[in-house]
């Protein structure tokens, strides 16, 4: 570290350390240290390296009420960095960053932010309610309800705008949609709650829903992204909003299947959980399904509309628990039809590399092809042996969570 940066190492921060949200349900909220929530990303707005600098003890406030998503955005800190002690070099422009992430009318007074927070007190979810449940926790019981709407609903894009900046602290390449779109749905959770004997609703989480066009008069419905805010996770919310996605596009005849746009591991394992546990249930009427292999276990679950992809996966994890893997040959033979499909890619990587080497032989263009060289054998086995090992693994968490295994 040079003799420049030294002195300027109280000036620099982490965004994720500095930036603090909550969701304010009242005014004592605004000081309560339990209602912030911290961001698990802060690169899409901050930088690769996550920081700020130009600051001292620097606090970033986005605050949202909890029911409308009125927004306040503020900031604090004890020292600002004079230019003349580092060579020029402004502060960052936090704010700036910020307001670029947040749609227009938010509030930059907090004794304004204040007084709109009980006017949440008045909110009525947007669309129409799909599902009411309850969960118990350490014995008080909270209740939540699920709404869809789209672009119809009145008052939907600029409740929308606000309710996805969340996607950029928690979700990893996030794209906020274009909420003009009719095609969009949205699910949001909320948790109902009473104060005086009246009902009041706190955003929970929410999933976004693209209905693609099917040929001839059908849609393929794909799941966006799915976001639970964290002081409402692990309490099984994410499943409850995937099933309540399904109840409502399952019993459409236009449906063909039900896909997800990029899913991530922790998303996949949410959704082999729930899809696994709906498998069970109908395989359960016809427990010889899994023995025939798997066209007939298709035509078994094909009520669930599962993508191909999925439903081949729900296969495999429930094959495995069926499979006595203390025989050796039973095992083996599990093994080996989850390999077969592994397998495939590099099969036509194979091909691939023939047609290519084909071509560079017809042309004479060896020199050109001499840096192109497929995978051994030995090579594709032990890739093979290391992504069957990673999937086993992944199947039995599945198992183990539902306490099938």
Known sequence: ?????????????????????????????????????????????????????????????????????????????KEKIDPGRSDGICADDVLEKMSKTIPPGYYTNIDDFCREITKDYEFVPLGTLKKSFTINKEISERVFEVYVCDVLVPG????????????????????????????????VVYEKYKIDGSARYAVAGFA?????????????PRIGQMLILPPFQRHGLGSHLLECIYEYYVPMQEV?????????????????????RNCVKLINSQPDALKEGYQKFCSVISPL?????????????????????????????????????????????????????????????????????????????ENLDREYQELENQYRQILQRLSLL
Request: glycine share 2%; aromatic share 14%; charged share 30%.
């Open 1 to 77: 570290m040079n003799s420049f940066e030294k002195p300027l190492n109280p000036f620099v921060c982490s965004s994720n350390d500095a930036l603090e949200l909550k969701l304010v349900r009242s005014p004592e909220d605004l000081e309560d240290d339990d209602a912030s929530m911290k961001p698990e990303m802060t690169h899409q707005v901050f930088g690769d390296n996550e920081s700020i600098f130009g600051y001292r003890d620097l606090k970033v406030k986005l605050y949202y009420t909890a029911s409308k998503l009125t927004t306040y955005l503020g900031m604090t800190y």
């Open 156 to 187: 939907y894009q600029d409740y929308h705008e606000r309710l996805q900046t969340f996607l950029l602290w928690y979700i990893d390449a996030a794209s906020l949609i274009d909420t003009d779109d009719d095609h969009w749905r949205m699910f």
């Open 208 to 220: 976004t829903v693209y209905e693609f066009y099917a040929y001839p008069n059908n849609i393929r």
């Open 256 to 276: 063909v299947d039900i896909t997800v746009e990029g899913p991530s591991d922790e998303f996949q394992r949410l959704r082999d959980f729930v899809d696994v």
């Open 305 to 381: 509309k599962l993508s191909k992809k999925q439903m081949r996966r729900v296969y495999e994890i429930l094959k495995l628990l069926f499979t006595n893997v203390k025989n050796p040959d039973e095992y083996k033979q599990y093994r080996l039809e989850v390999k077969r499909r592994l397998n495939i890619p590099y099969q036509k990587g194979q091909d691939e590399y023939k047609k290519i080497q084909k071509f560079f032989n017809d042309t004479e263009n060896n020199d050109e092809h001499s840096s192109i060289v497929p995978l051994t054998d030995e090579q594709r086995m």
